[in-house]
């Protein structure tokens, strides 16, 4: 079965030069270098971006990815939803039960997203594919105050929140989202905190990518972190 070729492959060592599931296997590797160095969690969640087009052969592929996803979500220990946003594409999106070592979550998904991938190529839309996308978290308090007056501004923005909820309910939002981005047509990773994106402060961004960069082959040309809009989870 597809699914326990990318475990057992997941064993195969690191280099620069990877395919489509060898580069999102190395991210169980780099997720844990995120950690040690900037207190950053992998936050068990996962998609893969797809561009719908319409015809029963593109249908019954994904019918194949949902079956899939079903006999395989109970063995290891995940969930699955699929979404369609406004811009035309398909999200499977991946979670993980809570299981006590992140490399263990973060390995799960990375075959389930690799064995999505596979069989989408597998039946010839390999071009459609837009991203495979690993959520991270980190605490508000790593921000500086001009950050958190930045990413207050951006909550309201995209929750429809006025200031005084937020901050009356700022236990329920003591995280800031960091999403891995894996870009399909370049084959390298690049991150995005959407956040703090409305000012162009890439700092934190360029710090996560030199942190990463020796781990996973990285975009390196700043131009192509496209911030993906509406990411739904």
Known sequence: MRFFRKLLGSKKPVTM???DTEAIFAMASASMLLEEKMNIKFANMCSLCIKII?????????????????????????????LKDKF??????????????????????AAAISSLGDIIEENGFALQILSVIFKFEFLEKDFSWADRSTILEEHVKINQYDSKSYQQNSSNRSTIDLYIIYNYKTNKFYPLIPALRKNKDMSKEMKIHSILKNSIPTENDFSKWFPIKDIPF
């Open 17 to 19: 030069k990877m395919d």
């Open 54 to 82: 319409h015809g029963s052969h593109f249908r019954n592929t994904i019918a194949d990815c949902e079956n899939f996803l079903k006999v395989s979500m109970d063995e290891f220990e995940f969930k699955y939803k699929i």
């Open 88 to 109: 035309g594409y398909l999200w499977f999106v991946i979670t993980a039960q809570d299981i006590t070592l992140k490399y263990n979550s973060i390995t799960n998904i």
